[in-house]
């Protein structure tokens, strides 16, 4: 079947710090990937995505990389600020399974400090 | 444009009674996700629609719950009789699906806290 595995949390890191929170896929077909973020009391937003191999989805300074030959989708941003303390959630969608439902992982939290 | 829109935003009960959550998709959206996040278990689905027919409702976790989705702007998610492990924020989530654009949008949640 298919899963996510993102790395543990809780991240701290200070404000203007370089962020990579690792995210790992196994799938049947060939999935879509995504990145959503949780502010606190919120729920889940859209962050970036990317549909084929080799694709670079980004927003807002993050970015992520498709990388098929390692099943992975890490997370990057170059210069974080506290507002983007949050739970951070990898997800993949396998069309070729014949399912549109998202698979998520555990979830990341990130904290910034001043 | 609204974007998903979930009601009540917070429920307390007490164990025993019946509790209905309610969930407005984004108009012209074709598909309906009921999660539930704990601490624990984290995030998981628990049924999803398209054109407001069940489709997999293996995450159901008893027959205490329930789904319907009787038209395309409005899905309840019903527990009868609650108990204090349902305690969780509940999230809808609706998409388009269609060729390539599927992503799911969330409304803000319910959290329900049963005592």
């Known amino acids: 079947g298919n899963s996510v595995t993102q790395m543990e949390g809780p991240v701290t890191l200070s404000e203007e710090a370089f962020l990579t929170i690792n995210c790992t896929y196994t799938?049947?077909?060939?999935?879509?990937l995504f990145w959503y973020v949780q502010y606190p009391g919120e729920g889940l937003q859209l962050l970036l995505k990317a549909t084929k191999a080799d694709d670079k989805g980004s927003n807002k300074g993050f970015e992520a990389t498709y990388r098929k030959e390692t099943t992975s989708f890490h997370l990057e941003k170059g210069s974080v600020q506290v507002s983007d303390s949050a739970v951070y959630f990898c997800?993949?969608?396998?069309?070729?399974?014949?399912?549109?439902?998202?698979?998520f992982g555990k979830g990341t939290k990130l904290s910034v400090i001043p | 444009d609204a974007g998903v829109i979930q009601s009540p935003r917070h429920e307390v009960t007490e164990m025993g009674q019946e509790v209905t959550l309610r969930c407005k998709p984004i108009s012209g959206h074709n598909s309906l996700f009921w999660y539930r996040q704990t601490m624990m278990r984290g995030l998981e689905l628990l049924i999803y629609f398209n054109n407001n027919v069940p489709i997999d409702d293996s995450g159901m976790p008893e027959d205490r719950f329930s789904a319907k989705m009787p038209n395309a702007s409005f899905s309840t998610l019903k527990i009868q009789p609650s108990e204090p492990r349902d305690s969780a924020v509940y999230f809808c989530a609706s998409s388009f699906v269609s060729g390539a654009s599927y992503e799911q949008y969330f409304g803000p949640g319910t959290r329900l806290t049963v005592t």
């Open positions: 997800a993949l969608s396998d069309r070729g399974a014949g399912s549109y439902q998202l698979t």
């Open positions: 799938a049947t077909g060939y999935p879509s």
